[in-house]
């Protein structure tokens, strides 16, 4: 890995009865898009916030940007832009006097506003916009737009919590190809997400569970580490599917997505053919049965429904 931008060990948060992080040991290299994915109260904000110095730790030690988390955090809020969960804009103001409002909180130099804001209007695509009050912008828009303030300072790290959350899925995919955009530009990305499926475009991922970091890797290497393979049956009787094959050997775990039944199993090629034997058998119609890639989502269920056994 190149130069770590962020490290963390022991990294902990207590709030009065909850261990909201426990013991965090991450390390995020310079340039990643690093995705922090987990269920709804893991500790996704906790930490970022940790990270963005907004927060005091309970335990354990931290260097962001080069600086020292407990010693140094006004030093740290320079450098990285923070996107919190419920980011405020300023709903009076127009687009363009909000991105104005967050430069000048920044300190950006006033000879270099007009280019910056114009930039990043573009960047956003939301030029053909700037002149309309961010109360009267969709979700998405505004999500953009306190993504676009977040920029306005330059900031070489980005803390985003959930940032995508609520939004519809297009404005979900145009908000990703701009975080793309950014990480090839050498900016490194920290980005929560409860959405499981975002963690594919990301280049290592981190899952985190009841303020644990349970596991750290690559999307494909966090796929390999299932105990077996997925195969999928179509059916619109998935209910007398599912209770009949998940008793039979082979099968690990069942997960169905409308009517799709996906079982992981020890063998793929082998309970494929037992599984559709067994179907026919009982009378049961299905088509479309096969070994079917691995889903990221799919990945993490099976992994917290391991943790929870
Ligand atoms: N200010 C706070 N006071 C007390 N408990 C908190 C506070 N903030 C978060 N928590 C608790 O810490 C845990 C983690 O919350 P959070 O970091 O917001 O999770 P996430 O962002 O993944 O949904 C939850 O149990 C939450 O209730
Ligand atoms: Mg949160």
Redesign the pocket.
Known sequence: MTDAIIQTTGLTKN??K?R?VDALDLTIGSGELFGLV?P????????LRLLAGLLTLSEGEATVAGYDLRRQSESIKKEIGYMA?QFSLYAELSVLENLQFFAEIYDVPREMIAERTEKLLQFARLTEFKDRRAAHLSGGMQKKLALACTLIHEPKLLLLDEPTTGVDPISRREFWDILTNLHLNGTTIIV?TPYMDEADRCSRVGL?YA?KLVICDTPRQIKKELPGEMVEFLTNEWKAAKTLVEKMPGVLETQTYGEALHLLVDNGEQRLAQISEALTTNGINFRGARVAPVRMEEAFISLIQRLEE
Do not use: C, L, P
């Open positions: 709030f009065k909850t909201a987990g709804d109260g893991a500790g996704k904000t906790t930490s969960q929560s985190i303020g």
